[in-house]
């Protein structure tokens, strides 16, 4: 009798349940679209009355213009370390531009966590799939992830407090022991065709292998600028504490051939930063300059290389010329932009106002942990405006090799820290200029018959023409500033004789 009572009981359920899934059926075909949806949300608050577990999503995206979430991307790498041990829905895949194999949670699956004897679930969820979408929802709406954390409503007050500050520090530390960093350059696409949504800058692997202990300086001048990057690198409290943005300037000035790249190189190296290299004459206008800087994440080096060549910055501050001469001026530039840019609209419109807000102003305020560095050749062509202390905070001038940037540079190349042949190229060092880059070609084995004696013989030589060069250069410059001595001489000595006696 019981064996029956439980099949009829069955039966029972099994009736409701078809009903109810006729009914729902019924519905949702025919029911409209916004009553469902209130009867769905309806059906959730009733739920939620019952249920006593709460659960926070973060979403991969945000923001109208759908920047990647920094709390997802920590998650994420929180996430990774464990997930292989207890989640049982997981995907393969290997970070972008290196060989490291990752196991990460798939799409619907979970893993488990346990902080301070609570048990927390983690799943990864999406919503708009286009697999589900239909028609032009398929177009407009791409698929987007997010995770789910799961807690008893007991741990709401340890959730909110403890474990997701540790989550999100843990996660962060776990990217930025393993992230994999970037040169960046903008400027390498036609945007009238770029996607709305895809980034303005471009981005390859950054592997320079140069360090300050390959830099070609002396050595107290590069303690001093390695102490200033990482006080700087430190310093986030202070920044705030006295109310300025957490980035700081550096210029780089010297003759071609000293190092200005390899400084740059060695300085993110140092600090493990980004790079990004921006052109300026790629940048449209001012606008786009902001948006540039919008993108630029912290931890990085924002270069500009030869500053003076960029853009004319300082026009708007010389000094104003007769007016004969500005109409030549004009003349002349509208032929040459003629002859050389057909498309005026190409030219780039940023502007020193526009540059100085890139700089310090308002905007670049929108991150942290910036360093900008300036190069240039010539740094006495720049307006003071753009290099004064506050923007340009430090003045590195990297100039010709000495003989301690050589002893570098032979350790380096030779790896020759004393001989007999030093005490004449220091000598010579003395009595001539030459830049690393040069110093550098000559200590450079050219076959590998070359030993370290045949190499310092080639500096000898090389720095024994470079001084007969600057000796004629010099006799030529002397002879040039004669010679209107000389005519006017000439010239007076004829006057004097076709004057009437």
């Not at 799943?123 to 979408?133: C, D, E, I, K, N």
């Not at 929802?137 to 007050?157: A, D």
């Not at 540059?355 to 670049?364: A, H, K, V």
Request: proline share 3%; charged share 30%; hydrophobic share 35%.
């Amino acid at each position: 009798m019981a064996a029956i009572t439980m099949a009829e009981m069955w039966t029972t359920v099994g009736s409701s349940i078809a009903s109810f899934m006729f009914v729902w059926t019924i519905i949702r075909q025919y029911c409209p679209h916004e009553v469902r949806l209130y009867l769905e949300k309806s059906m959730q608050r009733l739920m939620s009355f019952f249920n006593p577990y709460i659960h926070v999503n973060i979403h991969e995206f945000t923001g109208t213009r759908l920047n990647r979430s920094e709390a997802y991307g920590a998650v994420e790498a929180y996430l990774s370390t464990n997930s292989s041990k207890s989640a049982k829905r997981l995907k393969l895949e290997m970070e972008k531009d290196s060989k490291k194999i990752v196991l990460t949670i798939d799409e619907y699956g979970k893993v488990t966590d346990e902080f301070q004897a609570a048990e927390i679930s983690w799943a990864l969820r999406a919503t708009g799939s286009p697999q589900q979408s239909m028609g032009y929802r398929q177009n407009s709406e791409q698929e987007r992830r997010y995770y789910q954390l799961t807690f008893h409503k007991r741990y709401r007050e340890m959730i909110a407090e403890s474990y997701l500050e540790h989550v999100i520090k843990k996660g962060k530390e776990i990217r930025v022991k393993n992230r994999q960093r970037k040169l960046y350059t903008n400027g390498v696409t036609d945007r009238f065709w770029v996607y709305p949504k895809q980034s303005m800058w471009a981005d390859v692997q950054f592997e320079h292998p140069a360090t300050f202990d390959s830099v070609a300086m002396e050595p107290e001048k590069k303690q001093e600028i390695i102490e200033d990057l990482l006080n700087f690198s430190q310093s986030k409290d202070f920044y705030a504490r006295i109310g300025k943005a957490w980035k700081r300037g550096y210029l780089l000035y010297g003759p071609p051939g000293t190092g200005k790249s390899t400084m740059i190189a060695a300085m993110a190296n140092l600090l493990n930063y980004d790079v990004y290299d921006l052109e300026l004459t790629a940048v449209k206008d001012n606008t786009e300059l902001k948006k540039l800087l919008i993108e630029i994440t912290g931890k990085s080096i924002i270069v500009i290389e030869d500053i003076d060549c960029s853009l004319d910055l300082t026009g708007q501050r010389k000094k104003k010329k007769t007016e004969k001469e500005t109409d030549d001026k004009n003349e002349q530039e509208k032929k040459e932009t003629k002859s050389k840019v057909p498309n005026e609209e190409s030219l780039s419109k940023v502007t020193l106002s526009g540059l100085l807000n890139f700089i310090d102003g308002l905007w670049s305020a929108c991150g942290g942990e910036r360093i900008i560095v300036f190069t240039t050749n010539y740094v006495e062509k720049l307006d003071p405006a753009l290099i004064r202390r506050g923007r340009m905070d430090k003045h590195i001038e990297l100039s010709y090799c000495t003989f301690e940037g050589f002893k570098v540079l032979a350790k380096n190349y030779l790896l020759v820290e004393a001989h007999p042949s030093f005490e004449t190229i220091e000598r010579l060092m003395e009595e001539t200029k030459i830049t690393p880059a040069d110093v550098a070609e000559a200590l450079m084995p050219k076959s590998r018959s070359e030993d370290a004696e045949k190499c310092l013989s080639n500096l000898i030589q090389a720095l024994e023409e470079a001084k007969k060069e600057a000796a004629m250069k010099k006799a030529e410059e002397e002879s040039r500033e004669k010679e209107p001595a000389k005519d006017d001489s000439l010239l007076q000595d004829k006057k004097d004789t076709e004057e009437p006696q």
